[in-house]
């Protein structure tokens, strides 16, 4: 057992002190006041500090095959970098290449993520539509714990999907009370930008937003918003970057849809200057989609998360090192798209968002934790602090500052986005199922202690569309 002793508890509701005590199962089995210390019970000492929920990453990508490479990070590494920056829980993809078997996907993500140092999901692609899909979607919501499917609206050639596959995938997920997610671009619209500015000699990772802008985004977030509610089916946006695309989202819950949208930490804080860089590596190591914005797009992703348009944060954290981004040294089309960021994420919100005032502490337990539990139906037992919730904690130290690079982090990557940021606000203890795996810069995981989180469907929200849905139909 351990009790965590002294603190103010935040959750997305409430701050006060209180003590937490974790049983030995890995659950919260009380949080009160000046609790009673069980015998051979272990104290930790969280005077001075927050007692928050250990954040949620509901978009990870560990060990993913992707343009001709692997991304660097694996389930080992990849959590345990998560849990030195006080993340807890990460909703990974398993994306099937084209044509092949969901379940069989899903079995092979499985395995992999047996290393992880703590608690894991899955998101499930869908890459193409076939009866097969149709099928599975159905073995993988009823026995496996999915209860979310993503789609590619980019990536032509290779994970994209038509409208037509979108439509058939979201009206199978809507039948069973899953959510489907969406990387909103115009696969078509970048492909053809691309074309023409290699047509032009234009090779350099400076032409990587230039084929990807701001309209591109906007104009799938807003084909996607139609098609959900041609349906009535509710759809998560990940990594919303543009005003356009928020203000998409924000329309369309005005009109009463159920729309979500993400937002990386990543995107909040950085711009498209980091294109400019005449380093050519320095510039590419910035390639992901959606790419770095001019800086006017952030009042509107924070605006977003302040107003509760947008409900996560996230990290997309997909890392490449030197040698991978290499591959599209002489053409930007072939650089791997991805940036790491799951170690820095809970700062970067607590620096930026709650030091700034643009953010409370609860607001940042919502969109660092709560809101994910609750769209992606694992709320209580992950996001908040609560009898009975998983023990997965974070001892927030508010006030201390850290500077960020790859000399010092945890991720298996030779660059860090945030290189020489000093940011204050870090993660002084994690506890991971009720066990101290980060403590005062040391890292204590187990290789494998993570569990597998299965998350069933129909999702409160599900389950309110699915009965709105019947009643506008007569039913
Ligand atoms: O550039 C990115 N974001 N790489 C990972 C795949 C995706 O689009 O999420
Ligand atoms: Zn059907
Ligand atoms: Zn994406
Ligand atoms: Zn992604």
Redesign the pocket.
């Known amino acids: 057992m351990l009790l965590v002793r002294g603190g103010t508890v935040v959750t997305a509701e409430w701050s006060r002190r209180a003590d937490v005590l974790c049983d030995d199962a890995g659950r919260i089995a009380a949080v009160g006041p000046a609790l009673d210390v069980p015998v051979g019970c272990d104290v930790l000492d969280a005077g001075g500090l927050l007692v928050m929920p250990g954040g949620i990453d509901p978009?990870t990508?560990m060990e993913?095959p992707?343009m001709g490479s692997v991304s660097s990070d694996d389930f080992q590494t990849g959590t345990a970098a998560g849990v030195a920056g006080g993340t807890t829980t990460i909703i990974d993809f398993v994306i099937p290449d084209p044509g092949t078997s969901l379940l069989g996907a899903w079995k092979d993500w499985r395995a992999k993520a047996e290393k992880a140092v703590s608690d894991y999901s899955f998101h499930v692609a869908v890459t193409h539509w076939d009866q097969r899909v149709h099928d599975e979607m159905g073995i993988l919501t009823r026995d496996c714990g999915v209860n979310s499917f993503k789609h590619?609206m980019?990536?032509k050639g290779a994970l994209m999907v038509d409208d037509g596959v979108l439509l058939r995938s979201i009206g199978r997920a809507l039948e069973l009370g899953a959510l489907c997610n969406v990387?909103a671009e115009n696969g078509d619209a970048v492909a053809y930008l691309q074309q023409d500015l290699l047509a032009r000699g234009v090779t350099g990772p400076a032409a990587h937003p230039r084929s990807r802008p701001p309209a591109v985004e906007g104009e799938a977030a807003q084909r996607v918003i139609a098609i959900a509610g041609l349906l009535g089916a509710p759809v998560y946006i990940?990594?919303v970057s543009t005003e356009e695309a928020a203000a998409a989202i924000a329309a369309a819950r005005a009109r009463g849809q159920r729309v979500y949208g993400e937002v990386l930490a990543q995107h909040l804080v950085i711009d498209d200057g980091v294109y400019a860089d005449p380093d050519w590596l320095g510039a590419a190591r910035h390639?992901?989609?959606p790419p770095f914005r001019p800086k006017h797009h952030q009042n509107a992703l924070w605006a977003g998360l302040a107003s509760g348009q947008l409900q996560t944060t996230a990290t997309?954290h997909?890392c490449f090192c030197a040698g991978q981004k290499q591959q599209g040294r002489d053409d930007f089309t072939q650089i791997p798209?991805?940036?790491p960021g799951i170690e820095d994420r809970m700062s970067v919100l607590w620096h930026h968002g709650v030091r700034t005032g643009r953010l409370t502490p609860e607001e940042f337990v919502a969109v660092t934790s709560a809101n994910a539990a609750k769209i992606f139906n694992i709320h209580p037992r992950k996001g908040t602090v609560t009898p009975g919730a998983d023990a997965d904690l974070v001892l927030w130290d508010a006030d201390s500052s850290r500077t960020v690079s790859a000399a010092t982090h945890h991720q298996n990557v030779d660059y860090n986005v945030y290189e020489g940021m000093t940011l204050t606000g870090l993660a002084r203890h994690t506890i991971s199922g009720g066990r101290v795996v980060w403590s005062d810069g040391d890292l204590r995981t187990v290789r494998g202690a993570g569990r597998y989180v299965e998350r069933p469907c129909f999702a409160p929200d599900m389950a309110a569309q699915a009965r709105r849905n019947a009643v506008a139909a007569g039913r």
């Open positions: 978009h990508h993913m992707f590619f980019a990536y990387h990940v990594h390639v992901m989609s997309d997909c798209n991805g940036t």
